[in-house]
Structures are given as C-alpha cells and as structure tokens.
C-alpha cells in the first residue's frame, strides 16, 4: 500500500460536489479499491502465518505453548492485560479467558491439536463407558420382576458406581484457575442447591405419588406439588435477582435460540423414554410371560435386553451423523423425534398373541430414544461455553428427569385408569366362574395381579387346580394388554412436540470447529497430586 492511496479518503467520506469532474471522481473511487484489495492482501497474508503456524505444530517443528500464540495477540495497556481478536476475560475471574464467548483459551492447554490416542487413553474410555452402562443393566435385566427383587437391586449399582469415583481422575477446571480453594467454596451456591434439590424432590414425589399410593386429593399429594412448586419458584428468583455466582450462569445463553429449544425436546422426550425404560419391562413381565405363576427371571430380563442395546444402538448412529453432518441438525433431530414417536405410537398395537411385531415396535422406539436424548446432549455442549459443560449436561439431565417423571404420572394414571375399567370385563367373569363370589376376596385378587403378584393366585382357597389358576392369570394377562395401550396413545403427544420443536433447532455449523475443550490425561500430575 503507497503512501498517496493511504492518504485518500472513501467516496462515502468524499463531500458532496455535483461540480467536480468525474475523472477526478474515478481516481478516488480506484484509489478506494486498492485500498480495499491491500487490506484483503495483508488480511491472507495473516491467515497464510496462522495455517503455516497450525502445520507445523501438527509436524512437531513448532513447540510454542497455546499462552505463548495467546500472547501474540494481546496487547498491555497500562500495566493491564486488554485481550483482542475476540478473546476476553470471563467475568468473575480475572485468570480464566475464553473466545468468542465459548472457546476455553489462555490456561495453558493446546485446543487446537488433539493429544494422540494411546491404549492407555483407550481403554480408560473403554472402562469409563462400561461402567456407566454396567450401572444400567440392572434395571434393563430385573425391571420386569420388581416385587422379587425391589430390596436388592440397588447394591451391585452402588458399587459400580464407586468404582468408577475412584479411578475418575477429571482433568482441571479452567475456570477455578487462580482461586483457592475457600474462593472456590465461597463461590457455591449453597442456596440453589437447596431450593432446586428440595423443590424438584417434592414436586417429583408428589407427582408419583398421586394416584399410586395416594388419591390426587390426598393431602401427600397436595402438600408435596405445591410446597415443591413454591420452592423452584424461589430458586429461578434467587438465581435470576440474588446470587452473584448462580448455578446456571447467565452465559449459558450464548445462542439462546438453541438452548431453549434442545432443553424443550429433552423435556418431552423424557416422557417418552420413560414410556419405554419403565413399562416395557413391566409390561413384558405382566403380559408374555405365559399363564404360569411362576415365571422365569431370565425371559423377563432377556425380553428387557432390546431397550438397552437399541436405546445405545440409536446414541451411537445419531451421535457419529451429527459429526458427519457438521452441525446441520434440524433435519437429524427431526427424523430421530418421528422414529421415536413412531416406534412409541406403534407399541399401543401389541396384544397377547403378536409378540415379534412388539419386539419391532419396542426396537424401533428404543431406536429414536437413543438418537434423540444422547445426540440432544452432544449438542447442547457444542453451544455453550467449555468451562460450562458440565453444568449444562446437569442441566439437561435434570430437564430429561423431570419431564420423565411428568410423563410417569400421566402414564401411570392411565394405565391405572384403563386397567379397573378391564377388571370388569376380562378378570371378573372367569373369577366369579371360578367360584370366587366375596366381593372383597374378589379385590385381593385383581389387587395382586396388578401388583403383578401373581405367585399369590394358587393361595385362593376357590382357585384350587391349575386350570383356574392359569384362567385366572390368563385373564389379568389380558386386563393388562388393553391397559397399556393408553399409556403409548399418550406418548405420541409428547413425541408430536418434540418433532415440531426440532424444526426450529438452528443451524450449528460455525461451532462445529474442531476445537478441544479439555484435552483428558491418563494421569494426575504432581502439582495435582500435591495440591488435591
């Protein structure tokens, strides 16, 4: 760039003379071009440093840390660090910066070039995943046989559990660099925790207990909903207006749009998912498991097998098309809420006699729930800060549970519903026929087989060989399938808000850039070791 274009001003700065000649004009208008042609000129010329600076790093020529590159492109302004293309200070902490509002930069890490995958790195993450999944299985394998089991499941989930505490070694928090650890704790919030634990667990067990243990009217149930409502008001009060340090930090919100909508789809997709996690097994163990008292453990758990295996089957397809898809994810999520609602619509169709299309049904629905609740989650970490992700993964957790237990109590109240309405017209002829006329001998038995207590059936004195056992249970058997054909009507409703919500996902393709939030190490350093 000469020094006499420099010295010119734009057109748009030129005064307005209708009388100067337009030759002159011209002259002024190219000069404006060449301007512009030498600022695109140096701006590659910048870009060229930058990818010859990126190779070389992947080459192993270049040994500059990520804060020594950081470094380059701020600038001191009286005794001040002022950070400039588009890497600022988090605010609250003045050791901690990030770019463009998300990226993690300036702790010290490369987020630019990922650390090699080593077997030992490989099979943290192998163990990592089987522990967590390990952690499922029981409710996958003995869901369906709660009344033999309820006392013991929870004790080999426990210890999975611990396991996998003790050799989690996560790596450091960017955004607690420089504090210590009673600024850390001061930072807390202690009050949230309160209100957002408290209010969600007796809103959460007031809506599970209505119509279970409990009438609707029943003051449980009232107390519980309201008081647990009145609490999380409070919370979004105190965090919104109060705390200086709130649990779910305002930035967040860095592309609202997305994060409103993935938090709706995981709320009414947490209905459907426990349309299939929590019913389907019951619902195996109630109505295909013959007529016979006893039922084997190993059928209910091997017919509960395809929940887990499809649910993980669909998060890992949908997960791997989101990266082949490069943040076009509208259309993605919408094909995963319609086979969710698809497979969960077409399970209100089974019966007694036509279990290998259940099978299909149940299958394809698992399907969609995988590819809508893992792939929601990937996303939602992509649009949020790094120093955040796992306060948003807590968050659309939280979100999932809640409307699954919302949609619980809807279920749950249907199938209820449906079933006293089947009593009298699949359970009480044969009973009566059987020789039971006491009216209360007659509730007992529709009582435990509700309970899926059918062991109790052959204890009856009036139910005295096997045939009348078998009849009895046969006819519970079909109370049971009529019933649960409301609860999967049901899900269709929160699938259609799903599907019509993911239409209005936005497009994320500029923040799908490669960059590493946190590269994970398979050890703890000594400073760590040390300070921890």
Known sequence: MDAESSTRRLPSQEPDDPGKDPVERREVIDGALRDAVALIQDALVHIQDAVTHIQNVVEGRDHKTPSEVEKAVRVDTNDSLAAIRAVSRVPGNNTYYEKGGLRTMGDGQDHIVEEPMTMRKFMIFVAMGFLWTGSQIPLYLFGGIIPNIEASIGGADRYVWIALAIFY?????PNAGGLTRWQIAKRLDYVGGFLSAAGLTLFLAGLTWAGNQYTWNDNHVKVNIALGAVLIVLFFVWEIFFVPYPMFPARLKQNPRALY????????SGASFFAVLVFWPTQYYATYTGDTP?????????????????????????????TILKGKVRLLMVIACV?????????????????????AAVMFACLGVGAVIVPLQIISTIICPDDLIATVTALTISVRIVGGVIGYAAYYHILRTEFLKAIFVYLAPVVIGSGVLDPIEFGEIAINLSGNLRSTIPQFPAIDTPEKVAAVIHAGRQCFSTAYHGVYYVSIAFGGAAILAACFLPDITKLMDNHIAVQYRTERSATESGDS
Do not use: E, H, K, Q
Not at 261 to 268: A, D, G, K, S
Not at 339 to 359: C, K, Q, R
């Open 339 to 359: 086979i969710m609602t698809a497979g969960n619509g077409s399970m209100a169709a089974a019966n007694l006699d036509n279990l290998p299309g259940v099978y």
């Open 294 to 322: 006893f039922p084997s453990p190993v059928t209910v758990g091997l017919g509960s097998l395809p929940v887990g295996f499809c649910i993980i089957g669909g998060s890992i397809i949908f997960s791997i098309a989101v």
């Open 169 to 173: 070694w996560p790596p450091p928090r």
């Open 261 to 268: 909508v993935v938090c709706f789809i995981t709320f009414v």
